[in-house]
């Protein structure tokens, strides 16, 4: 597609139960990023996956978070055990990966809002 | 550590107007500097960045930033604001080692007619 895209655009799921949300990113893009996005703030950095590995997690708040890219494309975030203070908009962003590792532009998807009930 | 503040929650400007939302950002060495706005419901949007070289930078939409190294400011500006321009704007940093970027609170900028 011509951009990043992102399903389900909205979740509403229950304490304690398991999600997973969904990234396509630009094509050809081989650096993946996942950021939340809390009301009233700025997104905060997640992950950040260089083809098919993670090459920085350090930004995951605990355990219950996890993201995997298996084929270097697609990139789903999982997240066990839902807690409320999970509830927030999730965003994706892709940019080309080059290996200079330059300061590209991140281009962001449109996000997966989730409500932890 | 990087970071950005916008001092700024929320930024009034009548139409035809000057423009210009502030930030200023700490990082060791030197900083790549972006910003992006955000209209509801929709995902950010890349407006303009600074790598190096000259410090008035141009991008989309008419938007423009200029980066001031000893004030570690990097206000973005627009010499005639537009209604439409009404949105949320993010400045983020990445420092010289990393991949992430790390945002600013955001600021809410507001055109009248």
């Known amino acids: 597609g011509a951009g990043v895209s992102q399903t389900p655009s909205n979740k509403v799921t229950e304490k304690g139960k398991y999600v997973e949300l969904r990234c396509d990113p630009i094509?050809?893009?081989?650096?993946l990023y996942w950021y939340r996005q809390s009301l009233g703030q700025g997104p905060e950095f997640l992950i950040y996956?260089?083809?098919?590995?993670?090459?920085?997690d350090s930004g995951l708040p605990n355990d219950r978070f996890f993201a995997v890219r298996p084929e270097g494309s697609v990139s789903t975030l999982k997240i066990q055990r839902t807690e409320r203070g999970d509830s927030a908009v999730y965003l994706c962003a892709s940019s080309p990966g080059v290996a200079s590792g330059g300061p590209e532009t991140q281009y962001f998807g449109p996000g997966t809002r989730l409500l932890v009930l | 550590a990087q970071s950005v503040a916008q001092p700024e929650d929320q930024v009034n400007v009548a139409e035809g107007n000057p423009l210009t939302v502030k930030c200023t950002y700490s990082?060791?060495?030197?900083?790549?500097l972006f910003w992006y706005v955000q209209y509801p419901n929709r995902g950010l949007q890349f407006l303009l960045k600074?790598?190096?070289?000259?410090?008035l930078v141009k991008g989309s939409y008419g938007f423009e930033a200029e980066f001031n190294k000893s004030q570690t400011s990097f206000h973005l500006k627009k010499p005639s604001a537009l209604v439409s321009d009404s949105a949320l704007y993010f400045c983020?940093?990445?420092?010289?080692?990393?991949?992430?970027?790390?945002f600013g609170k955001g600021t809410s900028l507001l055109v009248t007619p």
């Open positions: 094509s050809g893009h081989t650096a």
């Open positions: 600074y790598i190096t070289g000259d410090n």
């Open positions: 990082v060791s060495g030197n900083p790549y």
């Open positions: 996956f260089q083809g098919t590995g993670a090459a920085d």
């Open positions: 983020a940093v990445r420092g010289f080692s990393g991949y992430a970027l790390n």
